[in-house]
């Protein structure tokens, strides 16, 4: 795309300008202006006008000028080229908006979706950067409220008996016919002129204006892989995964990575992806802030206490890994003591969000103070270099510790904070606003097959011979007043509490995996879904409104949608597993019918066609014109007693299938609700699947371990009806 078009790259200079206008014309080729502009010149030369009269009308207006017969030539190519790019990409963006293709079956391909498919591989482009896609992309549809009501009173029917169902039904009636309508024209108008209707309000009404603590409410973690660490190292590990993250981190920047695609060819979007790194959450009175910056050259790192700044960029390049050991065992070998209260200085970020932002203003806003939290805040990711060792041997310990850590010892507001663990394992706590689990999953996938590939020496050492010795750390000053250690340990207090409530339990459920789910010609996710919803309803007697979270990176600045999991047909397969004299053909048939409806409801997600955004963003309205909708009270106030999420695996080029204990045992997140579970899954290859459960303590319904217990017998008694 880049040959033959060196004029470009000197008018627009290197890096970012000429990354800019190459997505800028995407999926246009550079090369095509010489050649549009070739066959301009030739036209006018054996006597044909290729420019359909634009040279004509050009010359005009250009009259006198020196070489004016080029200026008019030139001038025409460039409009026609302008509008070729506009064309094709509009037709692209058109393309893209064809969502038939999910709904139809393997093997069920429709004469149809195949000329789409056709014209999309002659369309996509060659060789896209990161972003180039961007404007491409659609954006999301707003669906009607008579679809919307439609789906929602589907989903709560088997949550309600006849009489309440019948006020349900009564209040969506009188809301699509009066209020709803009025909402809607404000929500269609937003959507005109917005990239993407819900996403903005999602980011700020969800997360930024939540005045609770974010850790363990918000924030989710991840853990190392199966495979034993190649190294027992903890400088040695925590160099090569930082050196990892910082060339994802450069491919990012430059565009090299390549855009997620579905099927090869349907690109998904990329913009969460800009602020994986250098991004921190500030904390404000009313609402937080995410504040990104373009370039850091730098991480902070925390060990017993102490923070400090490490460059990992020095001398025109980045560090090698052998040069990041050296300085990172330099940190673990200071008998430095911390400043007063710098120890517990991250709980701030772990407290409730007004104390922390008024903290910041009085405290942190002058000397060394400033300059240290700045050095934090602008920082490319936290790295904690643990005193305590992790195994997967005891995966509860492991996952509580990157949840929550000791409250003190994570800095939750970082995009991420990187784990390192004293015996060499890794995870990472990640704040949630800036993006979805994809994100965090996709880079988590990279440094684990990467730190594989790279390898280690035999002693445990990172490869490679330092070209000059790295600059040493940089310890972070302190001035800590007693009111600042008084906010400190009142954050500190509150953070301890959350913890001794959580709840966390982790399973191993390796008796079978995916295969015998696809053997049986089922969804894995819809399999695993109908095994949640079995084993909540043996452990409750009844069913409930459960929440799985649903890309929708189809469309621009998309995130997610719910898929509500719950429905008639998996409360039908529930009490069928439930009754003793049901056949085995009776319940394999509830199974199958069940597991359609999830693919059907998540495939409706998908495209733009689910229920909750949009009730959301409805919401979100009659709030700013201060209209009351007792349905809207009603939908956005049900708990959801069941929060899941598939952590999503195979996201690079690494062939995970044949490295099977390469495959992370996932993360997850701590419990939405009082009296409910939070539930994250990961299909870790062909035969495992790592169930991470959490919940409240002080609930005495609810008890993680025992809800592990009936996932499994749910997963067993559901595969003895395909044995």
Same mark, same amino acid.
């Given at each position: 795309?880049?040959e033959g078009f060196d004029w ?52 005009? /207006?250009? *009259?006198?000028?020196?070489? #004016? ?97 019948? !006020? ?16 809607? !024209? ?31 409410n918000s924030n989710f973690y991840g853990v ?164 305590? #060792? ?72 990172? !490869? ?110 529930? !009490? ?43 919401? *979100?309205?009659?709030? /700013? ?33 044949? /490295? ?64």
């Amino acid at each position: 795309m880049r040959e033959g078009f060196d004029w470009i790259e000197q008018y627009y200079g290197e890096g970012r300008h000429r990354t800019h206008f190459y997505n800028t014309i995407f999926p246009a080729p550079a090369a095509s202006f010489p050649i549009l502009l070739f066959l301009v010149l030739v036209s006018d030369y054996v006597g044909y006008d290729f420019s359909f009269g634009l040279t004509e009308k050009l010359e005009e /207006y250009v *009259v006198g000028v020196d070489s #004016a017969w080029l200026h008019c030539r030139v001038g025409a190519a460039v409009l026609m080229w302008f509008a070729f790019i506009a064309t094709w990409k509009y037709s692209l963006r058109a393309l893209l908006s064809y969502t038939a293709w999910i709904q139809e079956g393997r093997g069920q391909i429709s004469m149809k979706t195949r000329i789409w498919a056709g014209l999309l591989t002659l369309m996509c482009g060659r060789s896209p950067m990161t972003f180039s896609y961007q404007g491409c992309l659609p954006r999301l549809p707003v669906p009607t409220v008579h679809d919307t009501m439609k789906r929602y009173l589907l989903s709560v029917r088997p949550l309600y008996d006849d009489e309440e169902y019948s !006020k349900v039904e009564k209040m969506a009636h009188e809301f699509e016919h009066d209020v709803g309508k009025r909402l809607q !024209k404000y929500l269609l108008l937003k959507s005109w002129w917005s990239t993407n209707y819900v996403s903005d309000w999602w980011e700020e009404y969800v997360y930024l204006r939540g005045r609770s603590p974010i850790m363990i409410n918000s924030n989710f973690y991840g853990v190392d892989a199966i495979l034993k660490p190649q190294t027992h190292l903890q400088a040695a590990r925590a160099a090569n995964v930082v050196h990892c993250m910082i060339e994802f981190k450069r491919q990012i920047e430059t565009e090299e990575m390549q855009p997620r695609t579905v099927n090869k060819h349907i690109p998904l979007c990329s913009m969460q992806y800009r602020r994986l790194f250098n991004t921190t959450r500030i904390p404000g009175i009313e609402v937080d802030q995410l504040v990104h910056i373009n370039e850091s050259h730098h991480i902070v790192v925390y060990h017993k206490g102490r923070y400090y700044k490490i460059h990992i960029h020095n001398q025109g390049r980045y560090l090698q890994a052998c040069e990041l050991e050296v300085m990172l065992q330099e940190i673990l070998d200071s008998e430095e003591e911390p400043a007063e209260g710098e120890e517990h200085l991250a709980a701030l970020t772990a407290g409730y969000r007004t104390p922390w932002a008024e903290a910041r203003k009085d405290f942190f806003g002058k000397g060394f103070n400033k300059t240290s939290l700045d050095a934090i805040e602008k920082s490319a990711f936290v790295l904690v270099l643990d005193d305590e #060792a992790q195994d997967m041997d005891n995966l509860d310990d492991f996952g509580r510790s990157m949840l929550h850590g000791n409250g003190c010892n994570r800095w939750f507001d970082k995009s991420f904070t990187l784990v390192v663990t004293s015996n060499a394992r890794i995870g990472f706590n990640a704040e949630h606003s800036w993006a979805d689990a994809p994100i965090m999953g996709h880079l988590w996938e990279y440094v684990i097959s990467n730190d594989f590939m790279v390898g280690y020496l035999d002693d445990g050492h990172t !490869k490679g011979v330092c070209e000059y010795q790295p600059p040493y750390p940089m310890k972070l000053q302190w001035e800590m007043s007693e009111d600042c250690l008084k906010v400190i340990q009142g954050s500190r207090s509150v953070a301890e509490k959350l913890i001794c409530d959580v709840d966390l339990h982790l399973v191993t459920h390796d008796a079978y995996g995916k295969g015998l789910m696809k053997s049986a010609k089922l969804s894995p996710d819809a399999y695993l879904q109908m095994a949640l919803q079995l084993a909540y309803f043996r452990e409750r007697g009844r069913s409930c409104l459960t929440y799985e979270a649903c890309s929708v990176r189809l469309y621009r600045d998309g995130r997610t949608e719910t898929i509500r999991s719950c429905s008639l047909e998996s409360v039908a397969f529930a !009490k069928a597993m439930c009754n003793p004299e049901a056949s085995k053909e009776e319940k394999q048939r509830a199974l199958k019918a069940a597991t359609a409806r999830h693919t059907a409801t998540c495939r409706q997600a998908m495209t733009g066609d689910g229920v909750d955004r949009h009730l959301f963003s409805l919401y *979100v309205v009659a709030r /700013y014109l201060e209209v009351d909708s007792p349905l809207l009270n009603e939908a956005l106030g049900e708990p959801w007693r069941l929060s899941t999420s598939q952590t999503p695996t195979n996201q690079t080029d690494f062939d995970m299938s044949k /490295y099977p204990d390469l495959m992370s045992a996932g993360g997850g997140f701590g419990p939405v609700t009082e009296d409910g579970y939070g539930v994250s899954y990961i299909i870790a290859g062909e035969n495992v699947v790592f169930f991470h459960i959490s919940s409240k303590k002080s609930c005495d319904e609810t008890d993680s371990k025992r809800f592990g217990e009936r996932i499994t017998k749910a997963m067993k008694d559901m595969s003895e009806l395909f044995m």
